[in-house]
């Protein structure tokens, strides 16, 4: 989840306070493509909602409604008005969560991007936003070539800063290329830069503030949804498995140690009562093995290997369970991010992948499916 430098103790209070009554404000901001400010926009806002979407190349989306009868934002022609719409503008969303009082107050940047699309429909404008990785989805210009033995962590952030991008947030990591990588113009950067850092097992993706993150895959919980008073699920859970993305087996091979010939490993099965439990699935007696094999020579202690096997047989439950519900939203989760669902009927654990934040109060959130939202017609002949 993105941080907001919090407390473990103010970090539950903010939990607690998106279970109980609260207020929201959404702020929304045009900015350039370096993140400089240009104008407010919220005054004239309608409604809208933040998609995230992992299996996209661009994970986070934003569609938007405002009102503006008097073309005070000035998005249908070229005028230098600060408000102008632009192909090198951006538009920024900070969603605040109030107590009761207004004595408290959380403020979480869940989306930053360029504008890719706007229409008018006489005093109404709409506008679609594509998180940051739409900028580096262009094909190469200029040809290069990253040579074996080269950091994961330079090589993405290398290719991303020549698409002008220089906001990151990298764990260090010494996971280096197995061999040459040579990129012809016909390659994408993002593309290339994200099988890059998977392979490394890195989760590269752009955050709700803009920035370039590149981190090791979480696998601790980082948020639980419950039911009932101050809990957050507001519909029954839809919980499925998907086979296709189902390991129950992780070999590690890392480095050779200086002076010996066998490198350092390490295997790790599903334990006895899981579902994936090998002899659980398999038939006749026979264990059923759905293996993924890590190689990876940064990796120079069996201790390491061990906790990396761990760590990816962990991910694979996660990333072979699917829920779908409604819920509270819960704006500062990321994708890949695990929660788990604990009801009366169901505790599982499982994996942001679909997720939409309504930008509007008294709208729900979707968890595991996409809902698209339309503005209240009604109210804007109102307006």
């Known amino acids: 989840m993105i941080s907001l430098g919090l407390s473990t103790a103010n970090q539950k209070k903010f939990h607690a306070l998106l279970g109980q009554n609260h207020h929201i404000a959404i702020s929304l901001s045009l900015i350039t493509l370096n993140h400089g400010f ?6 004239m806002f309608l409604g809208g909602q933040v998609t995230i979407d992992d299996s996209q190349d661009v994970s986070r989306s934003a569609s938007l409604t405002f009102l503006d009868p008097q073309h005070k934002m000035d998005l249908d022609s070229n005028s230098p008005a600060d408000g102008a719409y632009f192909i090198d503008r951006m538009i920024r969303i900070v969603y605040t969560v109030y107590s009761v009082d207004r004595s408290v107050w959380y403020s979480i940047p869940i989306f930053c991007g360029p504008i890719t699309k706007m229409d008018r429909d006489w005093v109404v404008v709409n506008i679609e936003c594509m998180g940051k990785e739409i900028l580096a989805l262009d094909q190469i210009w200029s040809p290069r070539t990253y040579k074996k033995g080269a950091k994961r962590t330079d090589v993405v952030k290398s290719m991303l800063q020549a698409t002008g991008e220089t906001k990151f947030s990298i764990t260090k990591s010494n996971s280096k290329l197995t061999k040459n990588l040579a990129l012809s113009s016909d390659h994408k950067p993002w593309t290339v830069a994200r099988s890059i850092a998977r392979t490394g097992g890195r989760q590269l993706f752009y955050d709700g503030r803009g920035v370039a993150v590149m981190r090791p895959y979480p696998t601790s919980t980082l948020f639980t949804f419950t039911e009932g008073a101050g809990g957050m699920i507001l519909t029954k859970p839809q919980i499925g498995y998907d086979a296709s993305m189902m390991i129950n087996a992780v070999q590690v091979k890392g480095a050779t140690p200086k002076g010996k010939k066998v490198p350092i490993s390490y295997r790790a099965t599903a334990a006895p009562g899981t579902p994936v439990y090998p002899y659980t699935i398999g038939r006749g007696g026979k264990p059923r093995f759905i293996p993924v094999y890590i190689d990876d020579d940064s990796i120079d202690t069996k201790a390491e290997a061990k906790e990396v096997a761990l760590d990816r047989l962990k991910l694979g439950m996660y990333e072979s369970t699917t829920a779908a519900f409604d819920s509270l939203p819960v704006p500062h989760l990321e994708p890949r991010d695990p929660y788990k669902i604990s009801t009366a009927e169901v505790s599982v654990s499982a994996i942001v992948q679909q997720m939409t934040i309504p930008l509007q109060a ?22």
């Open 38 to 43: 240009v104008s407010s926009l919220s005054t």
């Open 362 to 383: 008294n709208e729900t959130a979707a968890f595991g499916y996409l809902k698209s939202r339309k503005p209240n017609r009604t109210n804007i002949r109102r307006k």
